[in-house]
């Protein structure tokens, strides 16, 4: 049992200092970042963005976690990430 009311002149727990010290938690903002193709805001952890649809995360073919679309290299295991990709940069005949 708390005894603080005992040096407060008796008063209850219903009053206002009571509840001024209860924290009221709220989730964090979304952190978003402009969309490579349209700058449209997505949040960071889209697979797509829902206003082109342009990929912006896909799988490391080697530890298979979350990669920047764009990204030449896995950050997390090092891993080639245009290995395997037919080069887009140059035509061919």
């Not at 010290?21 to 979304?30: G, K, L």
């Not at 963005?49 to 030449?72: I, K, N, Q, S």
Request: charged share 10%.
């Amino acid at each position: 049992m708390c005894m603080h009311h005992l040096f407060h002149g008796g008063h209850n727990h219903t009053d206002a200092h009571h509840y001024a010290a209860t924290t009221i938690h709220t989730p964090a903002p979304a952190v978003t970042t402009p969309c490579p193709q349209c700058h449209y805001p997505a949040q960071e952890d889209f697979v797509f963005c829902p206003h082109c649809g342009t990929e912006l995360l896909t799988a490391c073919p080697a530890c298979h976690r979350a990669v920047h679309a764009d990204w030449t290299h896995c950050a997390y295991c090092g891993a080639d990430l245009l290995a395997g990709k037919p080069d887009i940069s140059t035509p061919s005949h």
